[in-house]
């Protein structure tokens, strides 16, 4: 099994609390991994680090074969992010937002323009691509944000709870989406508290107070824990 990700021991604290304890998993190529968790867990602090954006008090983390912590450069370019606050410019219109996200990532204009057909088509922004940010639903504004994230082609796709509160509808094509980016071999790691869309990953983690308790396919770990569902496999990690 070809790994995109590889996390072996970490550990993160912020002064004496442990918000990260000594977790190790893979995640492998191509697939849609769900980490999952309570709030509070430690999802948010393993991304970061993952991305670069913080750094492990002990442990290793290896994207596409490189040392997180000695090539941060290289793993940001081959990852997509979208944080849970996003920070797409709501007085900037979709297509001026697609525009600066895209000479942020070192694109030509002829690249930006190509990319920019390419992604008004599949995310459908078609007719409103001179639409304000700030006159968009959340759903729009969630899919923009994803659409941005994939200008440079990244192997990597990190969404971290990417459909929160946002209506069933657009979260149903916020996945088709995601189907789509690993259809085409892109790694996704998303987080999400909807149970719907964890039974729609390769693989779950479950996370609580920094600890990995469980991880494997969706089937196997309703198997184990003899439930029907996600949402009830939840509840029994959760509450033992
Ligand atoms: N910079 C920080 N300084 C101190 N504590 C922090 C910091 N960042 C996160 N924490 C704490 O670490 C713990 C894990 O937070 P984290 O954001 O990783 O959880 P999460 O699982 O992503 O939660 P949520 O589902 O609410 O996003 C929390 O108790 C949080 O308050």
């Not at 954006?53 to 997509?80: C, F, H």
């Not at 995601?178 to 390769?202: P, Q, W």
């Amino acid at each position: 099994m070809d790994k995109a990700i590889k996390i072996e021991r970490l550990t993160k604290k912020f002064g004496s609390f442990v918000a990260v304890n000594n977790i190790s998993f893979e995640v492998p190529k191509g697939c849609i991994f769900g980490l999952l968790g309570p709030n509070g867990s430690g999802k948010t602090t393993t991304i970061k680090i993952i991305c670069g954006v913080l750094r492990a008090t002990e442990g290793y983390v290896e994207v596409l074969g490189k040392d997180a912590s000695k090539y941060p450069e290289e793993v940001r370019q081959n990852i997509g992010y979208v944080s849970q606050k996003f920070s797409l410019y709501e007085d900037l219109t979709i297509e001026e937002n697609i525009n600066f996200y895209g000479a942020v990532y070192g694109l030509s204009k002829n690249e930006i323009e190509t990319k920019k057909k390419q992604l008004v088509k599949l995310f459908k922004f078609e007719g409103r691509e001179k639409s304000q940010v700030s006159t968009l639903s959340g759903g729009m504004k969630q899919k923009l944000a994803f659409a941005c994230a994939t200008l440079h082609n990244p192997q990597i796709l990190i969404l971290d709870e990417p459909t929160a509160g946002v209506d069933p509808i657009s979260r149903k094509e916020y996945w088709e989406m995601i189907k789509f980016f690993s259809n085409s071999g892109v790694t996704v790691l998303v987080t999400t508290h909807y149970m719907d869309e964890a039974e729609r990953c390769d693989v779950v983690a479950f996370m609580f107070n920094g600890i990995l308790k469980e991880i494997d396919t969706p089937y196997n770990v309703k198997k184990k824990y003899m439930s029907d569902s996600i949402e009830d496999v939840f509840v029994k990690v959760f509450s033992e």
